[in-house]
């Protein structure tokens, strides 16, 4: 019984979760816990948009789209996309105000 408020982060292949540990490598070489920072190395700042599922604490190895392995967070996601894509020109620039 999940609820709208309930956010839960699993592989979105083999459902194994996350424990907090530093299972992900950066292409810098920097190793970290990937969701503490929301896929993005606090070394380089590079944003990953995949994650792959770390075999060694029990996953899968298969790479995902980092957001996929959010759970319960569609309705917030999609609000954010919508947010951070541009308006097209033909719109116009005019807040949405009636
Ligand atoms: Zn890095
Ligand atoms: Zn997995």
Not at 56 to 63: E, K, L
Request: with cysteine.
């Amino acid at each position: 019984m999940a609820t709208d408020s309930t956010i839960e982060i699993y592989c979105p292949h083999c459902h194994w979760e996350p424990d907090g540990g530093p299972h992900w490598q950066c292409r810098c070489g920097h190793v970290w816990d990937t969701f503490g920072t929301a896929g993005t190395c606090p070394q380089c700042h590079y944003r990953w948009a995949v994650t792959a599922c770390p075999p060694q604490p029990g996953g899968c190895g298969v790479t995902s789209p980092h957001i996929d392995w959010y759970h319960g967070l569609e309705a917030l996601i999609e609000e954010l996309v919508e947010e951070a894509i541009p308006a097209p020109a033909a719109v116009g620039c005019t807040p949405h105000e009636s």
